[in-house]
């Protein structure tokens, strides 16, 4: 296979089924559809200049066609510190990310994860509100955003972004791995804001950790049904949960379809960078299976495990509101 051939390869695994390769390329490189496809057949031979601007258009790094610099890896990530308005465009990014998974063939979603997966804390209102807080706050420092928790409102369009998200995971056959580890940090960054003064009254992180408890009660019906919730119906995505008794150390996403793989990292706290790099999705890919092989499956199976996973978790949500109202 050339350059070419496999160049137009990814690329139509990444055109969306709602756009014409062909038309698209006639448009923007400002030839005739039957020289678009004279190209696609490779037939006509791209220039340098025709491969940087389809590069730029299907988000498609030129370092995807390397074989000979199996170490040189590019990355693909979303800007947080020099845009305004920084978390609605992650959200839409992430929204974009999902909705292309989920239009995939054959999909499966490997999560190892060091903190809960974010599209859980979204298909609840308060956690979704403290998320967006903590991140703007904390984690941004944005100057902007209120001193206190209570003066702090989600806009009609994140909150309408919150909710798609959450329900377009709920769509995509998953495979997750968590540690005992994987809720600490959440409760952590809820006894902190407490600590710090953040919120004016105990009920505010009452209610925040009522709604941890539920959502940790869907997961754990996930886990028995081996099947995704939405709201309040089970829908037709798997969903296998495994307890590892290894530390993860940050957060992957590796997602397989039957033309298109690719990797998501956590880093800088909540951000993620991705890259659809064979040798790179290959040792990543490896490493979780690896991490599968010396967990426990506890969804659908393992019963007594899976009860004493989730009274763990429960417990300490627990031992955290009794230290608020206590406080």
Same mark, same amino acid.
């Given at each position: 296979?050339?350059?070419?051939?496999?160049?137009?390869?990814?690329?139509?695994?990444?055109?969306?089924?709602?756009?014409?390769?062909?038309?698209?390329?006639?448009?923007?490189?400002?030839?005739?559809?039957?020289?678009?496809?004279?190209?696609?057949?490779?037939? @006509?031979?791209?220039?340098?200049?025709?491969?940087?601007?389809?590069?730029?258009?299907?988000?498609?790094?030129?370092?995807?066609?390397?074989?000979?610099?199996?170490?040189?890896?590019?990355?693909?990530?979303?800007?947080?510190?020099?845009?305004?308005?920084?978390?609605?465009?992650?959200?839409?990014?992430?929204?974009?990310?999902?909705?292309?998974?989920?239009?995939?063939?054959?999909?499966?979603?490997?999560?190892?994860?060091?903190?809960?997966?974010?599209?859980?804390?979204?298909?609840?209102?308060?956690?979704?509100?403290?998320?967006?807080?903590?991140?703007?706050?904390?984690?941004?420092?944005?100057?902007?955003?209120?001193?206190?928790?209570?003066?702090?409102?989600?806009?009609?369009?994140?909150?309408?972004?919150?909710?798609?998200?959450?329900?377009?995971?709920?769509?995509?056959?998953?495979?997750?791995?968590? @540690?005992?580890?994987?809720?600490?940090?959440?409760?952590?960054?809820?006894?902190?804001?407490?600590?710090?003064?953040?919120?004016?009254?105990?009920?505010?992180?009452? @209610?925040?950790? /009522?709604?941890?408890?539920?959502?940790?009660?869907?997961?754990?019906?996930?886990?028995?049904?081996?099947?995704?919730?939405?709201?309040?119906?089970?829908?037709?995505?798997?969903?296998?949960?495994?307890?590892? /008794?290894?530390?993860?150390?940050?957060?992957?996403?590796?997602?397989?379809?039957?033309?298109?793989?690719?990797?998501?990292?956590?880093?800088?706290?909540?951000?993620?960078?991705?890259?659809?790099?064979? /040798?790179?999705?290959?040792?990543?890919?490896?490493?979780?299976?690896?991490?599968?092989?010396?967990? @426990?499956?506890?969804?659908?199976?393992?019963?007594?495990?899976?009860?004493?996973?989730?009274?763990?978790?429960?417990?300490?949500?627990?031992?955290?509101?009794?230290?608020?109202?206590? /406080?």
């Amino acid at each position: 296979m050339n350059y070419q051939t496999a160049f137009f390869k990814i690329i139509k695994s990444l055109v969306p089924t709602s756009l014409s390769l062909p038309h698209e390329m006639a448009d923007l490189l400002g030839i005739s559809l039957d020289s678009a496809y004279r190209r696609i057949r490779c037939e @006509t031979p791209l220039t340098l200049e025709e491969t940087v601007q389809l590069c730029l258009r299907f988000d498609v790094p030129l370092e995807a066609l390397n074989s000979g610099m199996n170490e040189v890896v590019t990355f693909h990530y979303q800007m947080m510190y020099e845009q305004g308005n920084a978390i609605s465009k992650y959200l839409q990014e992430l929204q974009g990310q999902l909705q292309f998974i989920s239009q995939k063939k054959d999909v499966k979603l490997y999560y190892a994860a060091e903190d809960i997966p974010v599209f859980y804390h979204f298909s609840s209102i308060h956690l979704s509100k403290f998320k967006l807080y903590y991140w703007q706050k904390s984690i941004l420092n944005i100057s902007s955003i209120p001193a206190r928790y209570s003066d702090f409102e989600l806009n009609d369009e994140d909150l309408a972004l919150v909710k798609s998200i959450s329900l377009l995971y709920s769509q995509i056959p998953s495979i997750e791995i968590w @540690t005992d580890e994987t809720i600490k940090s959440k409760l952590q960054q809820i006894k902190f804001y407490w600590d710090a003064g953040f919120f004016d009254q105990k009920l505010e992180v009452i @209610t925040i950790c /009522d709604e941890l408890t539920i959502i940790f009660q869907n997961i754990q019906l996930q886990a028995e049904m081996g099947l995704k919730k939405a709201e309040h119906a089970f829908t037709s995505s798997n969903f296998m949960l495994y307890h590892s /008794d290894l530390m993860i150390g940050n957060n992957c996403v590796y997602f397989e379809s039957l033309d298109t793989n690719a990797v998501f990292l956590g880093y800088n706290s909540f951000n993620f960078i991705r890259t659809i790099n064979k /040798d790179f999705i290959i040792q990543n890919k490896t490493w979780i299976e690896n991490l599968i092989r010396k967990s @426990t499956l506890i969804s659908k199976t393992g019963e007594k495990q899976r009860n004493q996973f989730f009274k763990n978790i429960f417990k300490q949500i627990e031992q955290l509101k009794n230290a608020v109202a206590n /406080d």
